[in-house]
């Protein structure tokens, strides 16, 4: 996965709150498990509305509780996919949120007030490093976890993760092959 350090550029604004995942991509188009592909299928039926634009941006920025409903991985695939590599919300579904974090998508969490001045201004900068979001007309501060951050700063998923943990495996592994108990020295 690519790592962020600052994504910037256009956004996209998505004015509905309580977007569940089956509106951004629709039970029929899950039937694969790829990662990739399912950009061209995000917000499907609502693409078919004629006042529907889905301009292709770095950042989308949306209503509360993005991502509600079912946990299904595709969501954060499509929006990937598509092209987003941030999402500005007042709040996030919780599993949602953690699957964004495992494919490097970034869900930053603002008050719908911020929102709404950042979809006005219709730039951003999002800076991971520094937890910070800046606009033309405002700044924001945002609260991320540090093994998050860690994990979309050095673009690790979870088997990357793992591996960083290398020699303390091997250190068990080495431990688990002598004969007697299990000690280990972590």
Known sequence: MRAIETISGRVTHLDRADVDTDQIIPKQFLKRIERTGFG???FYDWRK???????????????????????REH????LNDFGFRAIIAPSFA???????????LLPVVLSAEQCASIAEAGQAQVDLAGQEVRWPGGT????IGPEIKHRLL??????????????????????RERPGPVTTSL
Request: charged fraction near 25%; aromatic fraction near 10%.
């Open 154 to 175: 050095n673009g690790l998923d979870d088997i990357a993760l793992t591996l960083e943990e290398d020699e303390a495996i091997a250190s068990y592994e080495r431990n």
């Open 40 to 42: 061209e299928f995000l």
């Open 49 to 71: 509305e004629p006042d529907f634009e889905l301009p292709e941006n770095p950042i989308l920025v949306t209503g509360r509780n993005f991502g509600c409903g079912s946990s």
């Open 75 to 78: 969501a954060p695939w499509a």
């Open 94 to 104: 919780d599993i949602f949120r953690s699957n964004c974090t495992k494919i490097g």
């Open 140 to 143: 924001a501060t945002f609260e």
